[in-house]
C-alpha cells in the first residue's frame, strides 16, 4: 500500500499518516507471544507503514527490543520514536506498586526527567532497539496522572532545569531528528509551549471521534507554533471499537450514552464507527499520523479495512448536527 506521508513539524522528517504504537505488543491488555509480535511488525511495514512507535515503559523494555528486532534490517526505511522520562532498573521479587503489563521484562522504570536523566534513557534506548539512531524523542508522560508520588511539579522542574536542554542538544548534534512530549492530557502541552519550540507532540485519547476538547485552544496554538501532532489512543482505548473501556478502565455511563449517540449516525449512513475514528483526526492540520495499536496480523489487518472504507461527507455534517462533534472540528473532505 501507499501511505501519505507528512512533514513533522519544521523538520526534515515524513511520517506515514498510519503508524504502528507499540504499547500492545508489549502486553497493555492481553500476552501478545514473542513470535507473533515480531510477526506483526514485519506485516505492517510489508503493508507499507513506516512510523512506528515505542517506549521503554512499555513492557519494562519488552517493546523497544521487540521493535528493534523487527525493522533492524530494514532501518533507513523507518522513522522510529521512542521516550524518555524513564529509566530501567532490574526488578527482584514482587512489584512495589501495581503495573497493568501482562508479561513484562523484569525491570521496574524510575522517573527522571533530569538533562543526565533523558540523555542516559536515550542511550539506553538505543541499546535495547540495538540502533543507531532514534528519530523522534518524546518526553514520556510528565504530567501528574502518571505520577503516584503526586508531584508532577519537580519532574516538570527537572525538565525546565535541564532535561529540554539535553533535547535540545541531541537534535543540535544530529542524534535524534524531532522531540517533542507524549502525553494523555493536552492542559500540560500548553504550558510546554511555555518552555520553548516542540518539533511534535504525541497526544494519546484527546482528539478523538469521540472527545475534541483539546481542539481550542492547544490544536489551535500547534499551528501557530508549527508543531505536529501524532494521535495515539484514536479508538479511546477501545470504546469506539466497541468495547467497554475508555482511557484503559470501564467507561462511565456518561461515555457510553456518547458512544451510542455516534453509533446511530454510523448506522444512518451503513459507516463503521472504528473507520471513522480512525480517519476523523488526520483531517486537522496540526496532525501527522494516527498509531493505533493492534496486537495481531488479523487485527492489523481490520485497522487496514477500516481505513480505506469510504465515507460519505453529509456523515461527517450529521455527526456535527448530533452533536457528537464540535462544529469548528475539520472533517475529511472538508476545506
Known amino acids: 500500500m501507499k501511505f501519505e506521508k507528512r512533514q513533522v513539524g519544521q523538520t526534515n522528517l515524513q511520517v506515514s499518516t498510519l503508524g504502528l504504537g507499540g504499547a500492545s505488543l508489549a502486553g497493555s491488555l492481553s500476552p501478545v507471544p514473542i513470535n507473533d509480535a515480531r510477526a506483526l511488525i514485519a506485516h505492517a511495514l510489508d503493508l507499507g507503514i513506516t512510523y512506528l512507535d515505542t517506549a521503554p515503559y512499555y ?62 534513557a536515550h542511550a539506553d534506548s538505543l541499546q535495547r532497539l540495538g540502533t543507531n539512531r532514534i528519530d523522534i524523542l518524546y518526553v514520556h508522560d510528565i504530567d501528574p496522572l502518571p505520577h503516584h508520588d503526586g508531584d508532577n511539579t519537580r519532574h516538570w522542574k527537572a525538565l525546565e532545569q535541564g532535561g529540554y536542554r539535553a533535547l535540545e542538544e541531541l537534535k543540535a548534534a544530529g542524534t535524534i531528528g524531532a522531540f517533542g512530549l507524549g502525553v494523555n492530557g493536552w492542559e500540560i502541552l500548553m504550558q510546554a509551549f511555555d518552555l520553548g519550540d516542540w518539533d511534535v507532540f504525541l497526544l494519546a485519547g484527546r482528539y478523538t471521534l469521540l472527545e475534541q476538547e483539546s481542539l481550542s485552544p492547544f490544536m489551535q496554538t500547534c499551528i501557530k507554533r508549527n508543531t505536529s501532532v501524532v494521535i495515539g489512543g484514536p479508538f479511546n482505548s477501545g470504546v469506539l471499537v466497541g468495547g467497554s473501556t475508555w482511557d484503559y478502565e470501564e ?31 488526520l483531517a486537522h492540520p496540526a496532525v501527522c499520523a494516527t498509531i493505533p495499536g493492534p496486537r495481531t496480523i488479523a487485527e492489523m489487518d481490520q485497522i487496514i479495512q477500516w481505513w480505506q472504507q469510504d465515507i460519505p461527507a453529509p456523515f461527517w455534517q450529521d455527526l456535527k448536527n448530533a452533536g457528537c462533534l464540535k462544529k469548528d472540528a475539520p472533517t475529511p473532505g472538508s476545506a
Open 59 to 120: 513492557g519494562f523494555g519488552k517493546s523497544e527490543h521487540l521493535m528493534g528486532d523487527g525493522i533492524r534490517s530494514r532501518r533507513d526505511d523507518i522513522v522510529l520514536s521512542t521516550k524518555v522520562g524513564r529509566l530501567l532498573a532490574p526488578q527482584f521479587g514482587p512489584y512495589a506498586r501495581p503495573h497493568g503489563w501482562k508479561e513484562p521484562f523484569p525491570f521496574v522504570d524510575v522517573f527522571d526527567y533530569s538533562y543526565d536523566g533523558i540523555m542516559r
Open 251 to 281: 467507561a462511565p455511563p456518561e461515555i457510553l450514552e456518547a458512544v451510542k449517540r455516534i453509533e446511530t449516525v454510523c448506522a444512518d449512513h451503513k459507516v463503521s464507527m472504528p473507520a471513522a475514528a480512525l480517519q476523523f483526526p
